[in-house]
């Protein structure tokens, strides 16, 4: 689906905790999670799990690239990417990496040196030959990459924090809301400020309520409670969206049906899918 402006958001890492690749993840695909929203002709990546390596070799395609990644939280899932991040290698390249959740105690920089160093890791993070600079933000302020693009975001409730992100551009919204925990019965407020009237809102719908118990403290929400936050809160399409790896393409067939029985018009998110806003 396209829309006049430009403005849309395409997935190439859909799964959350842990890569699954295999013939029972083939449909919606086993790569963690990794966005590329187009902003007219302005890139805006968002997690660098291993969904990253394949949109490098889709970047590598299109010529030089200057560029934002916007990190939800530094969980090994959302930048294990990086390091296999082909056009972070080219010194034609420029990135910007952001994350809102590191200060004052860390930088984004170090965290992902500390990735990138022996015993973990072969070669430093000093090898990425790109023009790269790291920023590090409080969750709650608001971003401007680029004239006629406001980003807001929000701290979300995860262990060691997260961030969660609302582009608009072009009079339209997306929000990028994963790898947060809801308390049963009491609506996340920063949630639901940002998603507020949304045009696309992508959640984070690792469990079903039926699961959440077993999982409580470990930070992440549901597809229902996707639901009731986007009825709360007028958003106008819900986005399925960091399947758990335990969940197969036959398990989210059902949540599918169920979720469109639901709310009709979720989505659930599939990898190489493009949505507009």
């Known amino acids: ?32 999670s990794c966005l590329e929203v187009r902003c007219g002709d302005r890139p805006l990546l968002f997690d660098g799990g291993t969904g990253l390596r394949p949109l490098g070799r889709h970047l590598d395609r299109l010529g030089r690239i200057d560029a934002d990644l916007y990190f939800t ?22 990135f910007r990496l952001w994350a809102g959740h590191l200060l004052p105690h860390n930088t984004l920089r170090y965290v992902l040196s500390e990735m ?34 406001a980003i807001k975001t929000r701290p979300l409730n995860h262990p060691n924090g997260a961030t969660g ?17 809801h308390v049963p019965g009491q609506p996340d ?50 986005v399925i969206f960091h399947h758990d790896p335990a969940h197969d393409d036959r398990f989210m067939d059902t ?3 169920e979720a469109e029985n639901i709310r009709p018009g979720t989505v659930v998110a599939v990898e190489g899918m493009t949505l507009s806003p």
């Open 1 to 32: 689906m396209n829309n006049d402006s430009g403005f849309s958001v395409r997935f190439w890492g859909v799964r959350g905790s842990i890569a699954c690749p295999g013939m029972d993840t083939a449909r919606y695909g086993g790569n963690t």
């Open 255 to 257: 949540v599918a049906t």
């Open 165 to 181: 992100y609302r582009i608009e551009y072009a009079g339209k919204s997306i929000c990028y809301i994963t790898d947060t925990e």
């Open 73 to 94: 939280h530094t969980h090994f899932d959302h930048i294990c990417g990086l390091p296999f991040f082909s056009s972070a290698f080219s010194p034609q390249n420029r």
């Open 116 to 149: 990138m160093m022996a015993p973990l890791f072969p070669i430093p993070i000093t090898v990425l030959a790109a023009d790269m600079s790291f920023h590090d933000f409080h969750a709650g302020e608001t971003l401007s990459p680029a004239p006629g693009i």
């Open 189 to 238: 407020k920063n949630v639901l400020d940002l998603i507020a009237g949304v045009d696309l809102f992508i959640y984070d719908c690792t469990y079903t309520d039926a699961e959440f118990p077993k999982f409580a403290g470990w930070g992440h929400s549901t597809w229902q409670e996707g639901v009731r936050l986007a009825d709360a809160a007028g958003a106008r399409r819900l």
